[in-house]
């Protein structure tokens, strides 16, 4: 199964390179080139996975706002953050899809998505890929070391990352998943905030965390669709 898997993730990550060349021309045409990414990844992705990538967007502008970072910052944080499980395209539905737990060499498949991700986007070297390709390799890295791929911990882990984490993290609490049901808003937050045996408070940046706690409301408000931020 490894081995399979690794065939189909190395297709789809030159298909994926081919599809960035071939929309990829000027500089005056970066962000053009991005919204093109964004729109292919949409359009192969079923309509949950589609709105998990819509609403984490927003989750991560208002952080990144909330710490105060440049504008600049801000918009590419924005359009990186709908590409933080880009890798996932080139690993299996059955696995995606599977109701039950894991088994170990399925777990293996699946936090391959974070490299293939990276591999995805590494070779573009404008700020809104550049960006996307560290947010998708790093993004399930924790604060306290014990994320993945690399174990990476404080600030070795990019703040995009860092910023894209919570927001995934407290969007998969709020969804339906086939091996899971939905929480609440209170749930997720209290999972977030005080751990619930899988997720952990020390898995996060201190201040992205602070900034999650402050703006918590605002993501309860995107996650039912009252707020169109």
């Keep these: 199964m490894l081995n ?18 071939r929309e990829q021309s000027t ?22 996975t589609a709105d998990h990538l819509m609403r ?19 918009m590419q944080i924005y359009f990186a953050s709908q590409l933080h499980d880009i890798g996932k395209l080139a690993i299996p539905q059955e696995i995606l899809q599977k109701p039950g737990s894991f088994t170990r060499s399925e777990r293996v498949i699946m936090n ?8 995805m ?14 947010v998708a390799l790093y993004h399930h890295e924790h604060w306290d070391g014990t994320g993945y791929p690399y174990g990476l911990s404080g600030e070795a882990i990019p703040l995009s990352a860092r ?17 899971k049901d939905s929480f609440s808003h209170d749930v997720a937050l209290t999972a977030i905030c005080d ?14 965390l602070a900034a999650f706690v402050t703006l918590n409301r605002w993501f309860d408000e995107i996650y039912t669709g009252r707020l169109d931020a």
């Design 195 to 208: 751990g619930d045996g899988w997720t952990l408070p020390e898995h996060f940046d201190p201040q992205v």
């Design 4 to 21: 399979i898997s690794h065939e189909i993730g190395l297709g789809a990550v030159a298909a994926m390179k081919r599809f960035v060349r």
């Design 56 to 74: 984490v967007r927003k989750y991560a502008i208002l952080i990144a706002e909330q710490l105060g970072l440049g504008e600049d910052l801000q």
């Design 112 to 119: 391959r998505h974070t490299l293939l991700g990276g591999e």
């Design 163 to 179: 910023i894209v984490a919570v927001c995934d993290v407290y969007d998969a609490l709020r969804s339906r998943r086939p091996y």
């Design 121 to 134: 986007l590494s070779d573009y070297h404008f700020p809104y890929l550049e960006v996307a390709a560290e």
């Design 27 to 48: 500089d005056s045409s970066r962000s053009r080139d991005v919204e093109a990414v964004l729109r292919r990844v949409t359009e192969i992705s079923d309509e949950v």
